[in-house]
């Protein structure tokens, strides 16, 4: 499990585990983390953590929020990051095993990966190939680490405000319009066992130039809506699918009523509403 260490002056304050899907910032005392201090807002923060990814979003706060030094309004976190606000500093530390190997094989649903990283590491596991699968893997998790930085350093690691740019590079059917509202939907690999015989999930746009066209939800997250606008991600759990608010002033709607802030239960044939593109939800027989 995903923790932050707090700490002031170089002094650690303590810890505390992301065991919250939504874990809020701020001077009130209904956050999770309360900073009494006048240089951070009454809701300054927060932190969404979705199975082993974190993403940190400013909640239009005065004075704002600083990352390893860098201010930004909406950032995917990776270990050792270090968010500042005011004096206080909270060190975003993801602890060892958080990231198993098939759950590292499914770490590219929303991250942006260069073309050149992808096909170096495609290449590295099929040369590896008399090394084991095990070799094969430890290469490609090292070419996503390789291309996450070089997303930091190109400043466009903010991992929530990517997806279309994911869907773009795997070109995925569901995002093969260029229609800025259009969902859009991680890349997909091939489609993994079903779990104690749950039912494969899939969403069929409704309006939109995309309208018609079908989207199997057969990875454990998938991101859908328009960046700077509304985003939410939809998890495929042992319990169902449940859809997640990540960005935006307006929470998706479900059968034309908004979702709260925490994760929303889907059933079959519900109507969501994403960033003004309405879609069904259902279970593929």
């Known amino acids: 499990?995903?923790?932050?260490?707090?700490?002031?002056?170089?002094?650690?304050?303590?810890?505390?585990?992301?065991?919250?899907?939504?874990?809020?910032?701020?001077?009130?005392?209904?956050n999770d983390i309360q900073i009494d201090n006048l240089a951070v807002s009454g809701e300054h923060a927060v932190i969404v953590t979705i199975l082993n990814d974190s993403f940190m979003e400013d909640l239009g706060s005065t004075n704002g929020t600083l990352v390893n030094g860098n201010p930004v309004k909406k950032h995917f976190l990776q270990n050792n990051d270090v968010i500042e606000l005011g004096k206080y500093k909270l060190k975003f530390i993801q602890e060892a095993g958080a990231q198993p190997a098939a759950a590292a094989a499914d770490f590219e649903k929303t991250m942006v990966l260069r073309p050149s990283a992808m096909k170096a590491a495609a290449e590295q596991a099929k040369a590896a190939g008399a090394a084991g699968a095990q070799a094969a893997q430890a290469m490609r998790q090292a070419a996503v680490q390789a291309s996450g930085h070089a997303a930091q350093a190109a400043?466009?690691?903010?991992?929530?405000?990517?997806?279309?740019?994911?869907?773009?590079?795997?070109?995925?059917?569901?995002?093969?319009?260029?229609?800025?509202?259009?969902?859009?939907?991680?890349?997909?690999?091939?489609?993994?066992?079903?779990?104690?015989g749950q039912p494969l999930g899939a969403i069929q746009l409704l309006s939109g130039a995309n309208a018609g066209k079908e989207l199997e939800l057969s990875k454990p997250l998938t991101t859908l809506g328009k960046p700077g606008v509304q985003v939410a991600v939809l998890t495929r759990r042992p319990q169902g699918y449940f859809i997640t608010h990540v960005e935006g002033a307006q929470r998706p709607t479900v059968n034309g009523q908004p979702i709260g802030s925490a994760p929303h239960a889907l059933k079959d044939h519900d109507l969501i509403e994403i960033a003004g593109i309405k879609m069904e939800f259902f279970h593929k027989s």
């Open 155 to 196: 400043g466009t690691a903010e991992k929530p405000t990517a997806p279309a740019a994911a869907a773009a590079a795997s070109a995925p059917a569901a995002a093969a319009a260029p229609a800025p509202a259009a969902p859009a939907a991680a890349p997909t690999a091939g489609p993994p066992p079903r779990a104690g």
């Open 1 to 30: 499990m995903a923790k932050l260490i707090l700490s002031m002056d170089g002094l650690v304050l303590k810890e505390i585990p992301l065991s919250k899907e939504r874990t809020t910032i701020g001077r009130k005392a209904h």
